[in-house]
């Protein structure tokens, strides 16, 4: 018996990375998953993988900045499966970290849409077909950059995961009346592709490792297996809450 056994769940960013894994975990554990991305070719691949399984997956073109793609998306779910019980708003992107005063607007609203702004269009179209599904559950991953270590993070970044951080709390608060819990993962360093590519300098990478306790990146495993548990109904008392994975580094 799957942990989501029933369950049906949405997750943004799924075509590779972190996104990928929760849609492949999600369908062992007995959940009909919907995925989307705007990477088609490698989200088709993903989708294959899943279904060769013998699991549930469907792959759907999602741009997280665009409401009618969410609209379509959150459709997809409700008119093959019937409702909809989990959202994942995992779509984020990075950009190379400069001063404040050398970012570039254009950069900036770019970050902020992707990473702001699709989590709250992810979430507006959710919640009515959570509502009428009886509930359900929002997991936003954030970032401890949304949370702290401030004098290392890329500004426009840390903004983006900090708006998160507190939309997830209003929207836990509002609508707890519809038995839809919101809560956010902050993960700190992950030994992803983006994780990389944003210290893609060795000596800046050790330096952001120096200040984590455990004194290692975590593991995408290790983040989703905490993303499957608040999606779950384990977690059926927990909302408007932060998880931080981190290693240990906000600790200091």
């Known amino acids: 018996m799957g942990r989501l056994d029933g ?15 929760e849609a492949e975990t999600f369908a062992r554990e007995g959940a009909r998953v ?10 088709r691949k993903v989708e294959a993988a899943i279904r060769a399984a013998g699991l549930d997956a469907t792959y759907v073109h999602l741009d997280v900045t665009s409401e009618a793609d969410w609209q379509r998306a959150v459709q997809t779910a409700v008119e093959r499966h019937g409702r909809l019980d989990i959202l994942i708003n995992n779509a984020a992107i990075t ?10 607007a254009a950069e900036w609203d770019q970050v902020m849409a992707v990473n702001a702004k699709g989590v709250f ?4 179209h959710a919640i009515p077909a959570m509502r009428r599904s009886g509930g359900g559950s929002i997991v936003n991953i954030s970032s401890v950059a949304g949370i702290g270590q401030s ?5 426009a970044y840390a903004a983006s995961k900090g708006a998160i951080r507190i939309f997830t709390k209003v929207t836990a608060s509002q609508h707890a009346k519809d038995r839809i ?12 592709e983006m994780f990389h590519r944003a210290f893609a300098d060795r000596e800046a990478m050790q330096r952001r ?5 455990l004194r290692r990146m975590g593991t995408v495993a290790e983040v989703v297996s905490a993303v499957l548990y608040l999606a779950s109904d384990e977690a059926s008392y927990i909302t408007g809450s932060e998880l931080v994975i981190d290693g240990g580094a906000l600790a200091q």
């Open 7 to 21: 369950k049906v769940a949405l997750i943004s960013g799924g075509a590779r990375g972190q996104g990928a894994a």
């Open 34 to 43: 919907v995925f989307g991305d705007v990477r088609d070719d490698e989200g």
């Open 95 to 104: 950009i190379a970290r400069v001063p404040i005063e050398e970012r570039t």
């Open 121 to 124: 269009l992810g979430t507006k």
């Open 151 to 155: 004098l290392h993070q890329e500004p």
């Open 181 to 192: 819990r919101c809560n956010s993962v902050h993960p700190g360093p992950v030994d992803t």
């Open 209 to 213: 490792l120096d200040r984590v306790p």
